[in-house]
């Protein structure tokens, strides 16, 4: 019996430390944001980031509007502070943050980036949606009346480039003769500056806008016009404008990255498929508030489409050149 007493004793002991144990095996993560949780980029690492936080399998700490001169440092700090996994975006840092990663060999990197992978930690990502963003222009493209589309865009970088030029190329798919006006603010997050140059469309006679950035969906409510959404879905708060959007999901890049992390198999590698729809990672928003004033024949198109390349038999074009076009 004592020695029974003694097992019983000893495994309610382990048991009373398995709470410990497990709050020790949470992953340490931290992000580092050149712009605030809200802008449309950031907000799909964080929201997917704080789903993981929530299931009790990372600790997460992040900071946002970090200027660029001062990326580096903070990364630095997060490294030292032992954080397993480092997220973040490297595009306006490249040279810093691989420099970082190469100085934390063993700590994991998964970075937004315009370049490739680094041996052995530094994987990176981006926002290949362009297969939503392909759909989002064959809504358009139908829509339209005037025959006139502006594009309001970030900065002309690939992130960017390719998603136009899907759009585009969807619009022309349902309507060859469509003209588009294309402008970027050189800024990731200046409403008003997007505004304004959503107004400038808008009086040259485009009647839908690409609302790559935040502030041309205030635009066109304020005129009457319509506008697509990119990476995030808005119709909520315009649910007369907004005819749909092409939605980036970061969840599955996340919990990739977390679960390699946490088993030590971490490695320098290119998620970007893992931003395509055949994975989950982008898809093209319900057209919910405007499910009725899409023609049908126009939803049947699209939907036919998006079988063809969730299928694998249409494949959407990646093209990262800067596009260039005004209204005649």
Not at 256 to 276: I, M, P, Q
Not at 282 to 287: E, F, Q, V, W
Request: glycine share 6%; no cysteine; hydrophobic share 45%.
């Amino acid at each position: 019996m004592t020695l029974r007493r003694h097992l019983l004793a000893a495994a309610l002991a382990s048991l009373a430390l398995l709470p410990t144990a497990f709050a020790q095996s949470k992953l340490k993560v931290a992000a580092v944001y050149t712009v605030p949780f809200e802008q449309q980029w950031v907000s799909r690492l964080h929201i997917a980031l704080k789903a993981a936080e929530a299931r009790g399998e990372i600790e997460y700490k992040a900071s946002e509007n970090i200027a660029n001169a001062d990326y580096e440092r903070v990364m630095r700090e997060y490294a030292t502070q032992g954080n397993q996994l480092i997220v973040g975006e490297a595009f306006a840092v490249e040279a810093a943050a691989r420099k970082v990663a190469k100085d934390f060999p063993k700590v994991s990197f998964l970075m937004g980036s315009s370049g490739k992978p680094a041996e052995p930690n530094f994987s990176v990502f981006d926002n290949y949606i362009q297969e939503p963003s392909y759909l989002a222009g064959m809504l358009a493209g139908g829509m339209t009346k005037t025959g006139k589309i502006g594009m309001v865009g970030g900065f002309p970088i690939p992130e960017v480039n390719r998603l136009m030029h899907a759009f585009m190329a969807g619009a022309k798919e349902v309507n060859p003769k469509v003209e588009f006006s294309v402008s970027f603010i050189n800024s990731w997050f200046d409403p008003p500056k997007a505004k304004e140059a959503a107004f400038a469309m808008i009086d040259k006679g485009a009647d839908i806008l690409y609302a790559e950035r935040f502030g041309v969906s205030d635009a066109a409510k304020e005129r009457g016009k319509l506008a697509v959404g990119n990476v995030i879905n808005t119709q909520d708060k315009y649910p007369d404008t907004v005819v749909a959007s092409a939605l980036w999901h970061m969840e599955t890049s996340i919990n990739r990255a977390v679960k390699l992390a946490k088993e030590g198999r971490f490695k320098a590698e290119d998620y970007g498929v893992y931003s395509t729809m055949k994975h989950q990672g982008a898809s093209l928003a319900p057209l919910g508030t405007f499910e009725k004033k899409v023609p049908a024949e126009l939803v049947a198109k699209v939907q036919a489409k998006e079988k063809t390349i969730l299928a694998g038999s249409f494949s959407v074009k990646v093209d990262d050149s800067q596009p260039k076009a005004s209204f005649k």
